[in-house]
């Protein structure tokens, strides 16, 4: 998603667990007490009942993808494939 530098900037709640990936520009997280900067290659993970709002860093866009589990379930990343037995 492209976010526009014009987005409110309103704390907010819900249930889940969301996943942020900064393609392209600055983005702004405020995460409870913590505000922070992210550059491009950047990820965050985070429960969404904790008070969130993140936009633009600035006065420019900022692209990100974000990936959202309603049910409060994290990520599971794998930094490489399974490995399998070999058969034989």
């Known amino acids: ?33 913590h505000d922070l900067t992210m550059r491009p290659g950047e990820v965050a993970e985070f429960d969404t009942r904790v008070p969130h709002w993140f936009g633009p860093a600035g006065d420019q866009p900022v692209e990100i993808l974000s990936v959202h589990g309603s049910q409060g379930q994290r990520m599971h990343v794998r930094a490489a494939p399974r490995r399998t037995r070999a058969t034989g």
């Open 1 to 33: 998603m492209v976010i526009p530098p014009e987005r409110e900037r309103k704390l907010r709640t819900h249930a889940g667990h969301e996943w942020l990936y900064v393609l392209a520009g600055e983005m702004r997280l405020i995460l409870g007490e």
